[in-house]
């Protein structure tokens, strides 16, 4: 059964931190993933992908991910109130299905 | 901006009942996919679609779920004979080329109650 484990949370941060969002998955020919923000009763908005090791940035984001250690991270720098919702980590498996996690719930506060 | 769109958004009724669920894909992709997110659980993959037939379904999608591509914009989801337990959200997808670097962008959902 191919997992992908994320803290549920609430990670509680102040305003203006940064938020360190962690994931990790079991299927070693994982190829691709994503971070998705879903607020509630809403659908998943993609925020970032990342496909080689290392990080990538998008403004207040960055994703960093090590096949190795089969984790993949996500960083938001300079929280806001804005940014509280749940974050899904979601990986393909090869077929181009989307494998997500539970999710980890984000408060920033102000 | 281009944008994956789903109707109805809130979809009531009987268990038994037939519902169909409609999403309307960005208009240059060419794979589609359905999931479902049972309320305060993860988001799980029902089926993927190219070409007019399935590409790959999950355990859950079994005899009473079905999907078709009926014209060149609509994408559906059938299921023939519902229960209570497919209450849930359900989440069309849609993505340009079937390679494992490319983004599926979500539609907004339809919320199904089945009482």
């Known amino acids: 059964q191919k997992e992908v484990e994320q803290n549920s949370g609430p990670l509680s941060v102040p305003e203006g931190a940064i938020a360190s969002l962690n994931c990790t998955y079991s299927?070693?020919?994982?190829?691709?993933f994503f971070w998705y923000r879903q607020y509630s009763g809403k659908s998943p908005e993609l925020i970032m992908s990342?496909?080689?090791?290392g990080d990538k940035e998008d403004g207040r984001f960055t994703a960093q991910l090590n096949k190795a250690s089969q984790y993949v991270s996500l960083l938001i720098r300079d929280s806001q109130p804005s940014d509280s919702a749940t974050y899904l980590c979601a990986v393909t498996d090869g077929y181009n299905k989307l494998i997500f996690g539970a999710g980890t719930r984000l408060a920033v506060h102000p | 901006e281009p944008e994956v769109t789903q109707t109805p958004s809130h979809q009531v009724t009987q268990m038994g009942q037939e519902v169909i669920l409609r999403c309307v894909p960005i208009?240059?992709?060419?794979?589609f996919y359905w999931y479902r997110q049972i309320l305060g659980q993860k988001v799980e993959f029902l089926v993927s679609?190219?070409?007019?037939?399935?590409?790959?379904k999950s355990e859950i999608f079994d005899d009473q779920f079905s999907v078709e591509r009926p014209d060149g914009s609509n994408f559906t989801l059938k299921i023939r004979s519902t229960k209570l337990e497919d209450s849930a959200m359900y989440f069309c997808?849609?993505?340009?080329?079937?390679?494992?670097?490319?983004?599926?962008?979500f539609g907004p959902g339809t919320r199904l109650t089945v009482l």
């Open positions: 997808a849609s993505s340009e080329e079937d390679r494992t670097t490319d983004t599926q962008y």
């Open positions: 208009s240059n992709h060419l794979y």
């Open positions: 679609f190219y070409n007019n037939e399935i590409s790959e």
């Open positions: 299927d070693r020919v994982s190829q691709s």
């Open positions: 990342i496909y080689s090791n």
